[in-house]
């Protein structure tokens, strides 16, 4: 059974707004025209521990997706928008409360874009024929937003995010590779409409854009909160705020992101779950169990890291809260099983203590009586290092 490439691409584009994607677009298999770009910045090691960026497969197939389905002969190319509101107040009904990154706050976006670009080739297939077809989200190894500018759904930004006008940088992207010709459709290639702005690289809490269209991740508050296992550098922890999974700064001071009134409404399954979601509970979290976690990161981005991780993350964000009902949770943190955690709730006294006088004296007792049992060397070095803040 075939079909006129015209044809296919009708059949896909239908396929695509049934499933409820926002943007979509399709073009002709190509290799990248910035491979070289890639490799320089891997070079400059600005992917950090992100080792399986560099290796052979990740960087065959950001060269050319081929690699990843050799019959591909299309890419069709989605975008589906996610909440963008602003989160609630910290401490708007007395919790002391933290921020996850917009796009974490629902389920999690690659079973959600994974799925509804599954019925599409599932489309595909049953009008056509037999095709090979992939479905990519970002884990998969392919230069998303470079196909995505190719598919005229947006350009890219200095934050290196795609700007989709209409729904600003909020969306997530996906990608279905065809082992058959359809016919590209009518979008041209849009070239960066930033101008001379450049309050996306301003903002940045730590300082992460080596420049314009450059990021080094080790320096990135989404980075470090996810991607990144061991101690998070101390200067750059007061920078965090309470951001404990990803960072959305670059996103919020960007002028393609002010909300009009003809902006489309996200994905349902992208919006916050709950309020707990759009403003996590810190205390809660400190010291929540393992099966407790389990049901608060079930089919959630938050999937992504483990509790040391999460809980190394809630202890920098109790510590930079400047509230003092912080103050139990951190005490309770220092003597987590986890090295790890340990370590940054001793730092997260000390932030609490030196910016809420009123609890310095507590901070300073706990980290005194942690010190007296403590045994890792890492946590001693933290320890004192807290108490040397607290009694200078």
């Keep these: 059974m075939t079909s006129a490439p015209a044809a296919l691409r009708e059949l896909v584009v239908a396929a695509c707004r049934r499933a409820g994607f926002h943007r979509v677009g399709i073009v002709p298999i190509a290799p990248s025209a910035r491979a070289e770009r890639y490799a320089a910045w891997l070079a400059a090691g600005h992917h950090g521990e992100m080792h399986y960026l560099a290796t052979a497969d990740h960087v065959a197939g950001r060269a050319d997706a081929r690699a990843l389905l050799p019959e591909a002969r299309t890419v069709v190319v989605v975008a589906l928008a996610y909440g963008s509101e602003a989160p609630p107040a910290p401490t708007v009904d007395g919790v002391v409360r933290g921020s996850l990154a917009r796009y974490a706050r629902g389920t999690d976006y690659h079973l959600v874009v994974r ?48 700007i989709a006008p209409g729904l600003g940088s909020y969306v997530v992207l996906g990608e279905l590779l065809v082992g058959a010709e359809l016919a590209a459709t009518d979008a041209a290639p849009e070239r960066s409409r930033c101008g001379s702005c450049r309050a996306c690289l301003d903002a940045c809490p730590t300082g992460a854009f080596v420049d314009a269209y450059v990021l080094d991740a080790r320096r990135c508050i989404s980075y470090l909160t996810i991607e990144h296992a061991g101690p998070i550098p101390i200067e750059l922890r007061a920078a965090m705020g309470t951001r404990i999974f990803g960072c959305d700064v670059c996103q919020e001071v960007c002028p393609w992101n002010a909300a009009g009134p003809g902006r489309a409404a996200p994905a349902p399954e992208l919006v916050p779950r709950d309020h707990d979601h759009a403003a996590p509970d810190l205390v809660r979290l400190a010291t929540i169990g393992a099966n407790q976690l389990r049901g608060y990161v079930r089919r959630t981005a938050l999937r992504r890291i483990d509790r040391p991780r999460l809980q190394r993350n809630v202890a920098v964000a109790l510590g930079n809260s400047g509230d003092a009902a912080a103050l139990p949770a951190l005490v309770a943190m220092v003597a987590n099983p986890a090295p790890l955690v340990r370590g940054h709730a001793a730092w997260g006294l000390g932030q609490l203590g030196a910016t809420v006088p009123a609890v310095a004296a507590a901070a300073a007792a706990a980290i005194t009586a942690a010190a007296a049992s403590e045994t890792d060397p890492v946590v001693v070095a933290e320890l004192a290092a807290a108490r040397a803040r607290l009694t200078a």
């Design 115 to 162: 799925d509804r670009l599954a019925e599409v080739a599932a489309a595909l297939v049953a009008h056509a024929g037999p095709i090979a077809t992939r479905v990519c989200v970002d884990a998969a190894p392919v230069a998303e937003r470079e196909w995505a500018e190719r598919a005229g759904l947006g350009f890219a930004a200095k934050n290196t995010m795609i």
